[in-house]
């Protein structure tokens, strides 16, 4: 028999790692869904970690069943509002929760790595752009953009390295990767009320795509994200940053002569003497290998996951406001 959603207890009980177990939804999605939709509010341990309950659990097998019917996360979102509103009764499929949690598991992103792969080094767009509104339908864009396009953007860059594809391929992949991240960029409304914060590439580095994927994450969530691209100076990135009065300046560097190139910019925005002056913050591959060049720029190391800076950037905007 079909139950109602509220039948189910709110008593909170279960950690992270069992509701991914039994709604097979990874734990960054259930985050990202909690933050962006607010689609559930997990009650808190005393050390912070979220606890959920059985109606929650059952909340999200709901959610995985529409988004298995084929609806996107905000249209089932909105679903749900309007079920809420007009007071009307949710109902879960009792044959639902031993499917999500067996045979009808979602299917890792990592499976849609090599069909982009594939297509993109058969120079087939078509097929790409197939492969991209697949995860796009499947997963929240953050987990597409570091699931899927990363790992694929690796691969083809191993190919060429091997001498398995031309340059000319690699070339062709990255230009359609960047372009549909530049339009993507585009897509999200501009919000001149949020804190700017402005991003780009260190000195020198002509690697973008982590810059331009976390570019699009900050303009996602609402920030008013301005992109510059590869190979900016830093002595302008920072005047222009005070300027226009932005909140934080974020840089990348794939290489250690860009990374340290990077390390006069925390002293040149203090030498501003700007009243209320902007962070900075850095990522990029040569960070992330090797921990001695964090030592090196004094700023906020933002992290390898840019759906995990994305986080640490709220936090500290809030402190910062905050006064801390
Ligand atoms: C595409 C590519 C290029 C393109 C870049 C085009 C563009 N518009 O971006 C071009 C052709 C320009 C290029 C040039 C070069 N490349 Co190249 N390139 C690549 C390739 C294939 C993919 C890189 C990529 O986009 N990865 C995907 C992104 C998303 O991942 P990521 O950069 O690692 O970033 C991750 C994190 O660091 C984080 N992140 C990144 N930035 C930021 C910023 C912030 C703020 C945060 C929070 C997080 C964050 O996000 C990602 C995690 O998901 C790699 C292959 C590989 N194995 O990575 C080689 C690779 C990086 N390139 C390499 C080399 C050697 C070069 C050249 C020196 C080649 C040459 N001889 O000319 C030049 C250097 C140019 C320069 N001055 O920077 C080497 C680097 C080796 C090393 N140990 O440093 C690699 C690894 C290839 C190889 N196997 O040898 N390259």
């Known amino acids: 028999m079909r139950r109602q959603l509220e039948d189910y207890s709110d008593e909170p009980i279960y950690n992270m790692k069992a509701v991914e177990q039994q709604t097979g939804i990874s734990a960054a999605t259930l985050r990202a869904w909690e933050r962006r939709y607010l689609l559930i509010e997990p009650k808190r341990t005393a050390s912070g970690y979220r606890l959920y309950s059985d109606r929650d659990i059952a909340l999200l097998r709901w959610v995985r ?6 609806l996107t996360i905000s249209r089932v979102v909105a679903m749900l509002e309007a079920a809420r509103q007009n007071g009307e009764p949710i109902y879960i499929e009792p044959s639902s929760s031993a499917a999500v949690a067996t045979s009808h598991a979602p299917q890792p992103p990592s499976d849609f790595v090599q069909p982009l792969v594939q297509a993109l080094i058969s120079l087939d767009t078509e097929r790409a752009d197939e492969v991209i509104e697949q995860t796009f339908a499947l997963y929240t864009m953050p987990t597409v953009y570091v699931e899927v396009i990363t790992p694929a953007l690796i691969e083809i860059g191993e190919l060429w390295h091997r001498g398995e594809i031309s340059i000319s391929i690699e070339h062709f992949a990255t230009t359609y990767l960047r372009g549909r991240l530049l339009g993507l960029l585009q897509v999200y409304p501009h919000r001149s009320d949020m804190p700017m914060i402005i991003v ?4 020198g580095e002509r690697h973008e795509i982590g810059a331009l994927i976390f570019a699009v994450m900050l303009r996602q969530q609402g920030f008013n994200t301005i992109y510059l691209g590869q ?3 830093v002595d302008d990135i920072v005047q222009t940053a005070i300027q226009e009065r932005a909140a934080m300046i974020c840089l990348s560097a794939g290489n250690t002569a860009s990374a ?3 390390r006069d910019v925390q002293a040149l925005i203090e030498q501003s003497n700007a009243p209320n002056p902007p962070l900075f913050g850095y990522g990029g591959r040569a ?3 090797d921990a001695s060049l964090r030592q090196q720029v004094r700023g906020y190391y933002l992290g ?3 759906r995990d800076a994305v986080n640490l950037i709220y ?4 402190a910062q406001r905050n006064g801390a």
């Open 260 to 262: 340290l190139a990077l």
């Open 231 to 233: 190979d900016v100076p």
């Open 200 to 203: 780009g590439c260190a000195p």
């Open 304 to 306: 390898s996951d840019p």
């Open 287 to 289: 960070f992330d290998s």
């Open 65 to 70: 069943q529409q988004m298995n019917d084929g």
């Open 315 to 318: 936090n500290l905007l809030r």
